[in-house]
């Protein structure tokens, strides 16, 4: 057990719909990052967030998006939803000791778009 | 660009053989990050070991070990004596300053351990 949580374990919508998928990190840490795993892709960084704010972008479409609470837990929302969006996706979370931090990764959600 | 290889998309070999997964990696940052992930058939994706560009000391733990080379930019991983619970989807992962540590993935090796 990572320590990451991620709600839901399993999604399934219909095509135009939107989800909110949620991601608590592991006590203490301050960065979470968003990753999606799909069959043609492989594994793809999504987003990072540090303390609330916004830190790095990867391949996030615009459809999509995702935020940072005091609380530090994280939810990415994902709306408009195609069927390519079905995937797997994982939340992370590190401790800042300066950079390369390991990234533990949560069970991950299982999306299904119909 | 940077980027991860792993040649080896599936590798099969039967329990107490010795197996080693490869990773190649290509960066232009001097200070990065190698990393390697399990993801077995459950799904969840497990930390396996992180090394940074300045250590290049093999690294040993239990039936597990690391080979790390910057000359051939290689971060091989070995398993030794494999058992049928190591059977999962091994990746290899890439972090560097130039892209804010976010991680850059290879394609998975997936490996089946036969009883």
């Known amino acids: 057990d990572s320590g990451v949580t991620q709600t839901p374990k399993h999604l399934i919508t219909a095509t135009g719909q939107r989800v909110t998928l949620r991601c608590s990190p592991r006590?203490?840490?301050?960065?979470v990052y968003w990753y999606q795993q799909s069959l043609d892709q492989g594994l793809q960084f999504l987003i990072q967030?540090?303390?609330?704010?916004?830190?790095a972008k990867g391949n996030i479409l615009e459809r999509f998006s995702a935020q940072q609470f005091p609380d530090l837990h994280s939810e990415l929302n994902l709306s408009s939803l195609e069927l390519g969006d079905s995937a797997l996706y994982f939340c992370?979370?590190?401790?800042?000791?300066?950079?390369?931090?390991?990234?533990?990764f949560g069970p991950g959600t299982r999306l299904l778009v119909l | 660009a940077q980027k991860v290889t792993q040649a080896q998309t599936e590798i099969s070999v039967v329990e107490k053989e010795d197996v080693t997964l490869d990773c190649v990696y290509e960066t232009r940052d001097t200070t990065y990050y190698l990393f390697w992930y399990k993801q077995p058939p459950s799904g969840e994706l497990v930390f396996l070991i992180r090394?940074?560009?300045?250590d290049e000391q093999n690294e040993i733990s239990g039936r597990y070990s690391w080979n790390f080379q910057k000359s051939t930019s290689s971060f091989n991983f070995t398993i030794t004596a494999s058992q049928v619970v190591d059977s999962a989807v091994y990746f290899c992962?890439?972090?560097?300053?130039?892209?804010?540590?976010?991680?850059?993935w290879g394609a998975g090796t997936k490996l089946i351990i036969k009883p």
């Open positions: 992370a979370s590190s401790t800042p000791t300066g950079a390369g931090e390991t990234q533990y």
């Open positions: 006590s203490g840490d301050l960065s």
């Open positions: 992962a890439l972090s560097e300053a130039g892209s804010n540590y976010q991680l850059i």
């Open positions: 967030y540090y303390n609330g704010e916004e830190r």
């Open positions: 090394r940074n560009s300045f």
